[in-house]
């Protein structure tokens, strides 16, 4: 199969592989769009088991951001770098400055950020071999660590799908959390804070053993997460966790969670529709860590100062947009994520229709 026929190709406007012999580096960078601006999106470290299933995650997550940033309505494009390699044992400051080459080599047409696998600390020693490399510290301009931000968009969210289902507020509520990293423990903590009930699961024990010690969350095998008596359900680890066959076992009425491409395919968001179940499309849910970004890119760019509330007003936009999938979902009868990506793939043709008048 070549990279035109890969499902998951869909247009892409460019798709960049990179090796450095010295360090073992062997990295993907993909460009769905910059209809809206330069491509913005996170790095991925991940083991895949073969190029080609790390050139199908890359495409698909490309496009994700694509959509997200269409629907945070932010002036950035879609984009998506991974790494192949195990981020437990892999990892040396050598390869991320060669992975900051990388993204140096693409002139700004792509701005890179954490992912999956991938820590601000890895970041900072790409930053030194390029100024396209944002969500950090130590400069004026520095947005810091999007994780939180990202969590606190998540809650919200799913705060609100819990209202509309269930017709009250997070207290006494169950959530299961499928993963607990960067943006898991982050939701864990708010929504503990919030008074949920909290059942957790991740392949990192001890990740998971520090979340039941701040909120005292209950642990489950990470194949038990399905089966666990909740309300919500929160995918925040890798994608296409809402599968035909794990579906059936969930008993929530809420999946709002900050992994991205959490459906397996569009015939499972018809599934759970048919359900009855609440789903908060993930790139309309997830936005806020790269708001933050896009936040910092803004300030870059102006040469001036983060502005924490400029970040705000965009996460408090991004709720009320998650608010209108629900309601025409409701409305019209269909699934969220037809909704959603109706409305994102709208603003994406607008974006590229002035691109072309202005040319």
């Known amino acids: 199969m070549t990279l035109f026929d890969n ?22 960078i ?5 209809a809206r601006g330069p491509a913005g999106g996170g790095c991925r470290m991940w083991p895949y088991p073969s190029a080609e299933a790390a050139l199908t995650d890359a495409l698909r997550l490309s496009r994700a951001m694509s ?15 991974v790494i192949i390699g195990d981020s437990r044992t892999q990892k040396t400051p050598a390869l991320f400055e060669a992975f ?35 969500g950090l510290d130590g400069h004026p301009a520095a947005s810091g660590d999007p994780s939180p931000v ?89 994608g296409g966790a809402i599968t035909a066959e794990t579906l059936p076992r969930l008993s929530a009425k809420v999946i709002a969670g900050g992994a ?14 048919a359900r009855g179940m609440i789903y908060a499309p993930d790139y309309v849910l997830n936005g806020g860590g790269i708001i933050n970004v896009a936040g910092e890119i803004r300030a870059l760019e102006a040469g001036g100062l983060f502005d924490p509330s400029w970040v705000e007003a965009k996460i408090t936009q991004m709720t009320a947009t998650l608010a209108e999938v629900l309601d025409r979902s409701a409305a019209e009868g269909r ?25």
């Open 150 to 238: 990202t969590a606190d968009g998540v809650f919200r969210g799913l705060r609100l799908c819990v209202q509309r289902a269930l017709g009250r507020d997070l207290d006494g509520i169950t959530v299961a959390i499928q993963g607990v990293g960067n943006v898991g423990r982050h939701l864990a903590d708010r929504l503990h804070a919030a008074g949920a009930k909290l059942v957790v699961t991740d392949v990192n024990e001890a990740a998971v053993a520090d979340v039941v010690a701040r909120t005292g969350a209950k642990a489950v095998a990470p194949g038990a997460i399905f089966d666990a008596e909740a309300e919500v359900f929160a995918p925040c680890a890798l």
């Open 67 to 81: 959509y997200k940033n269409a629907m945070a309505d932010i002036d950035l494009g879609g984009g998506k770098s």
């Open 260 to 273: 991205n491409n959490q459906l397996a395919d569009a015939d499972v968001g018809r599934a759970v529709f």
């Open 30 to 34: 993909a460009v769905h769009s910059t």
């Open 335 to 359: 699934p969220t994520n037809e909704v959603a990506d109706q409305i994102a793939r709208a603003r994406l043709a607008a974006a590229n229709a002035a691109r072309k008048a202005a040319a």
């Open 100 to 134: 900051g080459r990388c993204v140096e080599a693409l002139g700004g047409r792509y701005w890179g950020a954490e992912d999956v696998g991938v820590s601000p600390q890895d970041l900072a020693h790409a930053r030194t071999q390029s100024r396209y490399i944002v």
């Open 7 to 28: 499902p998951a190709f869909e247009g892409h406007e460019g798709v960049h592989s990179f090796y450095d012999e010295p360090t073992g580096l062997k990295c993907i």
